[in-house]
T-cell receptor
Framework: NAGVTQTPKFRVLKTGQSMTLLCAQD?????MYWYRQDPGMGLRLIHY???????AKGEVPDGYNVSRLKKQNFLLGLESAAPSQTSVYFC???????????FGPGTRLTVT | RKEVEQDPGPFNVPEGATVAFNCTYS??????FFWYRQDCRKEPKLLMS???SGNEDGRFTAQLNRASQYISLLIRDSKLSDSATYLC??????????FGAGTILRVKS
């Protein structure tokens, strides 16, 4: 039981490049989330999903897109990376009847 | 104003000390509250839930004061392994969590 996994763990992009971060969970959780964490800001919700095929905007959605084609996977896309998107990205999931969110190990992204 | 505010610290305490962290929240509709722990360069993990009646888990005690919109975490007999960042979290309708920026604790021998 791997829990929540994220790929890649690290990435360096140039401004304007695109990339996709993959999150996978094997706990059959309905809800999945993407957060970014910046110093002094805490975790901020980018997008989330309450089930396969559904997505919704969080607190800071601009510049990101997401897709949830399969229940176990939640993809975060950056279409045209900007230096302001340099951050640590965490994926999380939880069940519909639970308040506890389980986090992946994070992806450290640097945009130069 | 941030929805969940915490003193960032760092709190530097000796082993065996008792230390308390406070947190305030602005959304009175928040239904539930939690403390998460985050080790350096790791993901956050649930430490404990916070109930109105207060709850205790070993050396850790969490309390909620809804009238003052205030949450606290008390750690007794601090261990070196308690060194981490402690995140105060409010649960909102729609299964959304709002995180504070965290309080850094450093326990020293």
């Amino acid at each position: 039981n791997a829990g929540v996994t994220q790929t890649p763990k690290f990435r360096v992009l140039k401004t304007g490049q695109s990339m996709t971060l993959l999150c996978a969970q094997d706990m059959n959780h309905e809800y999945m989330y993407w957060y970014r964490q910046d110093p002094g800001m805490g975790l901020r919700l980018i997008h989330y999903s309450v089930g396969e095929g559904t997505t919704a905007k969080g607190e800071v959605p601009d510049g990101y897109n997401v897709s949830r084609l399969k229940k176990q996977n939640f993809l975060l896309g950056l279409e045209s990376a900007a230096p302001s998107q340099t951050s640590v990205y965490f994926c999380a999931s939880d069940g519909a009847d639970s308040y506890e969110q389980y986090f992946g190990p994070g992806t450290r992204l640097t945009v130069t | 104003r941030k929805e969940v505010e915490q003193d960032p610290g760092p709190f530097n305490v000796p082993e065996g000390a008792t230390v308390a962290f406070n947190c305030t929240y602005s959304n009175s509709a928040s239904q539930s509250f939690f403390w998460y722990r985050q080790d350096c360069r790791k993901e956050p993990k649930l430490l404990m839930s916070v109930y109105s009646s207060g709850n205790e888990d070993g050396r850790f005690t969490a309390q909620l004061n809804r009238a003052s919109q205030y949450i606290s975490l008390l750690i007794r007999d601090s261990k070196l392994s308690d060194s981490a960042t402690y995140l105060c979290v409010a649960f909102l309708e729609g299964n959304k969590l709002v995180f504070g920026a965290g309080t850094i604790l450093r326990v020293k021998s």
